[in-house]
Nanobody, 127 residues
Framework: QVQLVESGGGLVQPGGSLRLSCSAS????????IGWYRQGPGKEREGVSC????????YYADSVKGRFTISRDSAKNTVYLQMNSLKPEDTAVYYC????????????????????WGQGTQVTVSS
């Protein structure tokens, strides 16, 4: 059974850091583009970051550029999202997913095709 599982969320103070992990069972993440998406309270889901399948190119939303870094660890079959300088507006449920491709700015639309989604992990940035 194919599963994407997020971990690493939690409560952090503004200016702090968290590292989210997206691990997989039943599939090899290197063969997929993997993105991070988030949905804040009362907000629509939005793209945060994405890493390409073959070229490994990375994409970021303007709101997180320079603060977040997406990376892969092929040996661990895991994709990470390092989040630094966190702000209260980063508070959201973060999901990893496998889109058919990445888009500039980690663009997300519910009309785009996705192969898999994780269940999400809560990130709360608050003092």
């Amino acid at each position: 059974q194919v599963q994407l599982v997020e971990s690493g969320g939690g409560l952090v103070q503004p200016g702090g850091s968290l590292r989210l992990s997206c691990s997989a069972s039943g599939l090899t993440l290197d063969y997929y583009a993997i993105g991070w998406y988030r949905q804040g309270p009362g907000k629509e889901r939005e793209g945060v970051s994405c890493i390409g399948r073959s070229d490994g190119d990375t994409y970021y939303a303007d709101s997180v550029k320079g603060r977040f870094t997406i990376s892969r660890d092929s040996a661990k079959n895991t994709v990470y999202l390092q989040m630094n300088s966190l702000k209260p507006e980063d508070t959201a449920v973060y999901y990893c997913a496998a889109p058919h491709r990445c888009y500039s700015g980690a663009y997300y639309s519910s009309d785009l095709p996705f192969d898999y989604w994780g269940q999400g992990t809560q990130v709360t940035v608050s003092s």
